[in-house]
């Protein structure tokens, strides 16, 4: 569970827009030309996977916050609710010279965020 300090000195459990907060800034995070997966975010905040791939969904700002950037574990794409779908997602990470094997993003590629944060 996030909590979060508020300006009064006070804490609370966090809501959805904190998380999507933590979410964003996490994604922005990830240089051009890597990857993270869900699950890299998820751990970081304590969540499940599947809450993160839900706000990467909610993202409105698809280019200025990467979210193309976020993969399955396993390299394969996973969702992508703009226009176009998985296939426009593709394109934008070879566009940023991600490559792909057997359809699914090479393990060079990815970057631990864990790491990102030192």
């Known amino acids: 569970m996030l909590l979060v300090l508020e300006s009064d ?19 922005n995070l990830i240089p051009l030309g890597f990857v993270s997966s869900y699950g890299d975010i998820a751990r970081l905040l304590g969540v499940s996977p599947r809450l993160v791939g839900f706000i990467l969904s909610l993202n409105e700002n698809l280019i200025v916050t990467p979210c193309h950037r976020i993969v399955r574990a396993d390299g394969g794409l996973g969702g992508y609710s703009s226009p176009g779908g ?27 965020l864990s790491k990102l944060l030192g």
């Open 9 to 27: 000195g006070r804490l609370r459990r966090a809501k959805l827009e904190d998380y999507m907060e933590a979410v964003y800034a996490l994604v």
């Open 86 to 112: 998985v296939l426009f997602k593709r394109r934008l990470l070879e566009l940023e010279g991600v490559s792909f094997d057997n359809g699914r993003v090479s393990r060079g590629y990815f970057v631990s």
